[in-house]
């Protein structure tokens, strides 16, 4: 299977001077660390660092509901991986360079997940052998009672594994279609980011929405279709400012609902508004916060921040006692040591596992094809040779969860 060139527009088409020379968009590179650092300062209100004072009612109304940071994630590589698509490339070459991004970093915390779950932290043990290996495997999410073994956030990354092996067919199909339908299919996944909560609430179903892979794709697939109309130039929504405002008025009104609503409802318009107007914004040269130096540099060590940071609050937890309740500067100054941290692994991380991982997963293969002159005994000379290497650029309410959500 190939990935087909993306749709024609027609006259909606972006011509090649509009795009940028390198296909970059440093905005969603910043977006990803903002996603990464709600997700922390959500873990860190439900482990209970604030006591339920005036600091800890402030702390739970601005991230409780940071557990909406995952649903960004998902969004954002929808329309990365339609962007990123390389007209042509092989499935097979798209699934190597997706498991080159997650899989070293998830590879080396898992292993240090093993030896904090067999030294300071034995309720990161996984309960056999089979369910370490689903982990490993990224496959653990898709039984319920395992969602978060090892590692606890890498139930994530089973479902990102699911979305990348669904993306070749996935895009192969979306690309195909006009501008209008792509508008229709983006509108209709929103819509069903927020009828599956209420048809699991409404007719009790018991699916376990948070954490499925299935039913997490809809978030997906609406960043795929968006980013495929980005791509033709056939995207007509609001600019960063309004999108901002109703992304934020929706992650406030989390709090209203109830928690199946939480993660992913009340977020998914802004976030389709807003992801479209980040990229836009770069493509035409408009002002963008979310392309600051620093916030995109923090945005290329998030994915290690985020698998990352649990552990570290794990191993407070286990060295310092659960749900502390401190005094307000107390609290802050253990959650800025966890931060501090936490960064500092994922520093290091991305330097010495992410990046040199993903080297060595996508190193060009030796061509075993040699040349020889007729009649020419002497040693062969390899083809291909000097060929460049391909290198691409809560409080949620589960039913087993195993850490404060």
């Given at each position: 299977?190939?990935?087909?060139?993306?749709?024609?527009?027609?006259?909606?088409?972006?011509?090649?001077?509009?795009?940028?020379?390198?296909?970059?968009?440093?905005?969603?590179?910043?977006?990803?660390?903002?996603?990464?650092?709600?997700?922390?300062?959500?873990?860190?209100?439900?482990?209970?660092?604030?006591?339920?004072?005036?600091?800890?009612?402030?702390?739970?109304?601005?991230f409780?509901?940071?557990?909406?940071?995952?649903?960004?994630?998902?969004?954002?590589?929808?329309?990365?991986?339609?962007?990123?698509?390389?007209?042509?490339?092989r499935?097979?070459?798209?699934?190597?360079?997706?498991?080159?991004?997650?899989?070293?970093?998830?590879?080396?915390?898992?292993?240090?997940?093993?030896?904090?779950?067999?030294?300071?932290?034995?309720?990161?043990?996984?309960?056999?052998?089979?369910?370490?290996?689903?982990?490993l495997?990224?496959?653990?999410?898709?039984?319920?009672?395992?969602?978060?073994?090892?590692?606890?956030?890498?139930?994530?990354?089973?479902?990102?594994?699911?979305?990348?092996?669904?993306?070749?067919?996935?895009?192969?199909?979306?690309?195909?279609?006009?501008?209008?339908?792509?508008?229709?299919?983006?509108?209709?996944?929103?819509?069903l980011?927020?009828?599956?909560?209420?048809?699991?609430?409404?007719?009790?179903?018991?699916?376990?929405?948070?954490?499925?892979?299935?039913?997490?794709?809809?978030?997906?697939?609406?960043?795929?279709?968006?980013?495929?109309?980005?791509?033709?130039g056939?995207?007509?929504?609001?600019?960063?400012?309004?999108?901002l405002?109703?992304?934020?008025?929706?992650?406030?009104?989390?709090?209203?609902?109830?928690?199946?609503?939480?993660?992913?409802?009340?977020?998914?318009?802004?976030?389709?508004?807003?992801?479209p107007?980040?990229?836009?914004?770069?493509?035409?040269?408009?002002?963008?916060?979310?392309?600051?130096?620093?916030?995109?540099?923090?945005?290329?060590?998030?994915?290690?921040?985020?698998?990352?940071?649990?552990?570290?609050?794990?191993?407070?937890?286990?060295?310092?006692?659960?749900?502390?309740?401190l005094?307000?500067?107390?609290?802050?100054?253990?959650?800025?040591?966890?931060?501090?941290?936490?960064?500092?692994?994922?520093?290091?991380?991305?330097?010495?596992?992410?990046?040199?991982?993903?080297?060595?997963?996508?190193?060009?293969?030796?061509?075993?094809?040699?040349?020889?002159?007729?009649?020419?005994?002497?040693?062969?000379?390899?083809?291909?040779?000097?060929?460049?290497?391909?290198?691409?650029?809560?409080?949620?309410?589960?039913?087993?969860?195993?850490?404060?959500?």
């Amino acid at each position: 299977m190939a990935l087909l060139t993306p749709h024609r527009a027609d006259r909606t088409t972006a011509t090649p001077s509009q795009l940028p020379s390198n296909g970059q968009l440093p905005s969603l590179t910043g977006m990803r660390w903002v996603a990464a650092f709600t997700v922390f300062i959500y873990h860190v209100r439900n482990f209970g660092y604030f006591a339920p004072g005036q600091a800890g009612r402030l702390v739970n109304w601005a991230f409780g509901p940071g557990a909406a940071g995952v649903s960004l994630f998902f969004v954002l590589s929808g329309f990365v991986m339609a962007w990123s698509a390389r007209p042509g490339e092989r499935a097979y070459a798209f699934w190597r360079r997706r498991l080159a991004r997650i899989y070293p970093v998830h590879l080396a915390t898992a292993a240090l997940t093993l030896v904090l779950a067999f030294t300071v932290v034995p309720g990161l043990r996984p309960g056999g052998t089979r369910e370490a290996a689903a982990n490993l495997l990224l496959v653990s999410s898709w039984k319920p009672e395992w969602w978060q073994t090892l590692n606890p956030v890498s139930w994530s990354l089973v479902c990102e594994a699911f979305f990348y092996a669904a993306f070749p067919a996935l895009f192969t199909g979306l690309s195909r279609l006009p501008a209008r339908v792509l508008g229709v299919t983006a509108a209709a996944s929103s819509i069903l980011v927020v009828v599956l909560p209420w048809a699991n609430a409404r007719y009790a179903l018991g699916w376990t929405l948070y954490s499925s892979p299935p039913l997490r794709f809809p978030e997906f697939v609406l960043g795929v279709t968006l980013g495929l109309l980005v791509k033709a130039g056939a995207w007509r929504g609001p600019g960063l400012d309004v999108s901002l405002a109703i992304t934020l008025i929706g992650y406030l009104a989390t709090a209203q609902v109830s928690a199946e609503y939480g993660y992913a409802a009340c977020t998914v318009v802004g976030l389709a508004l807003l992801i479209p107007a980040a990229a836009t914004a770069d493509l035409s040269g408009q002002s963008s916060f979310w392309r600051h130096p620093r916030l995109v540099r923090l945005g290329e060590w998030s994915f290690a921040f985020y698998m990352i940071h649990i552990l570290v609050l794990r191993t407070g937890e286990a060295l310092f006692g659960s749900q502390p309740h401190l005094a307000t500067v107390p609290a802050l100054a253990v959650t800025a040591t966890a931060f501090v941290v936490s960064l500092t692994l994922a520093w290091s991380l991305y330097v010495g596992v992410e990046r040199p991982g993903r080297r060595l997963l996508l190193r060009p293969r030796k061509s075993p094809n040699v040349s020889r002159q007729p009649g020419n005994n002497g040693p062969a000379t390899p083809k291909g040779a000097g060929v460049p290497p391909n290198i691409c650029p809560r409080p949620v309410r589960h039913p087993h969860r195993r850490f404060p959500r």
